[in-house]
């Protein structure tokens, strides 16, 4: 089945701690995005990538690093810069560049900082 | 700077209620306009709009888009429990990825 998985669905960690939450597809997709979400807040873009090894900041870019060394695969990680990572993050991804309402979401992943 | 806005923030119904949730827009390079049902996880896809007038019909569902008052509905009739949950517009821009509006949730009571 085709489809998006990201990995692990619960994450918790220590303030001051690194963490990467994965991402992989095997729709042969070649744009995918990271969102995040907040209570009464709909989903923020982080970052984005059209294209293997080519990667854009999103809105609140600040505090998360991305790859996109192959193209099934975007991890995302939540650096100790991020002032309040605790959130639920969701990946997508569109079968080609600039058609993102195309996209498919993964299940995400809940971070929390404790 | 590019602005979705959904209204209400949230909403609660009894089984049996028609819902209106709205989402107005103003964006540039406008392609299509999208709404999203997200429960627990993933949001799942309801519809795509890029026509103005042209109603989309799911079951109880229904949408419609008005491009020159930057503007969408969505419709829920005869709503049950199951309806309970976010509704999410997003609107496709140019080559960029999808500007979402901060979603209406939705509680049905029975």
């Known amino acids: 089945d085709g489809g998006i998985t990201q990995s692990p669905k619960y994450l918790f960690r220590k303030e001051g701690q690194n963490v990467t939450l994965s991402c992989e597809q095997n729709?042969?997709?070649?744009?995918m995005y990271w969102y995040r979400q907040d209570p009464g807040q709909g989903l923020r873009l982080i970052y984005y990538?059209?294209?293997?090894?080519?990667?854009q900041k999103g809105d609140i870019a600040e505090g998360y690093s991305v790859s996109r060394e192959k193209k099934e695969s975007f991890p995302l990680t939540v650096t100790s810069a991020q002032k309040n990572p605790t959130a639920f993050y969701l990946c997508?991804?569109?079968?080609?560049?600039?058609?993102?309402?195309?996209?498919?979401f993964g299940q995400g992943t809940r971070l929390t900082v404790v | 700077e590019d602005k979705v806005v959904q209204s209400p923030l949230s909403l609660v119904v009894h089984e049996g209620d028609t819902v209106t949730l709205n989402c107005s827009y103003e964006?540039?390079?406008?392609?299509?306009l999208l709404w999203y049902k997200q429960e627990k996880k993933a949001p799942t896809f309801l519809f795509m709009l890029?026509?103005?007038?042209i109603e989309k019909k799911s079951g109880r569902l229904s949408s419609i888009l008005d491009k020159k008052e930057l503007f969408s509905i969505l419709n829920i009739t005869a709503t049950q429990t199951g309806d309970s949950a976010i509704y999410l517009c997003?609107?496709?821009?140019?080559?960029?990825?999808?500007?979402f509006g901060k979603g209406t949730r939705l509680s049905v009571i029975a």
């Open positions: 964006v540039t390079n406008f392609r299509s």
């Open positions: 997003a609107v496709e821009k140019g080559n960029t990825p999808l500007v």
């Open positions: 997508a991804s569109s079968i080609e560049r600039g058609r993102s309402a195309e996209a498919f």
């Open positions: 729709l042969n997709h070649d744009a």
């Open positions: 890029t026509s103005s007038g």
């Open positions: 990538s059209q294209i293997v090894n080519d990667f």
